[in-house]
């Protein structure tokens, strides 16, 4: 089993940065990609960023690209997503992920608890 924990959500205004983690625990499996992906209230869960195992592949949705970055430690077995110049349409819980390289939820096998980010105008 998989654990994943995120950490460094909270309230900021609009144009301001927050710097996410996400800490893995459990089974040990090779080149396994990671995710971030958030839900805002009454919408779907939607995907932000990914990035492989060596950290030379990232993706990015449209909306966050220039502003967020992805990255990951994986001596640490964490990744990060910086967020920059944030709008408050990014309000949303933010979850991490483990699985494929991919934008598709369903390509996720593990997720985290989600961590709350709140952009007040």
């Known amino acids: 089993q998989v654990q994943l924990v995120e950490s460094g959500g909270g309230l900021v205004q609009a144009g301001g940065s927050l710097r996410l983690s996400c800490a893995r625990s459990?089974?040990?499996?090779?080149?396994?990609?990671m995710g971030w992906f958030r839900q805002a209230p009454g919408k779907e869960r939607e995907f932000v960023a990914t990035?492989?195992?060596?950290?030379?592949?990232?993706y990015y949705t449209d909306s966050v690209k220039g502003r967020f970055t992805i990255s990951r430690d994986n001596a640490k077995n964490t990744v990060y997503l910086q967020m920059n110049s944030l709008k408050p349409e990014d309000t949303a819980v933010y979850y991490c992920a483990v699985g494929q390289l991919s934008r598709v939820v369903a390509e996720y096998d593990y997720w985290g608890q989600g961590t709350q980010v709140t952009v007040s105008s």
């Open positions: 990035i492989n195992w060596s950290g030379g592949s990232t």
């Open positions: 459990g089974r040990t499996f090779s080149r396994y990609a």
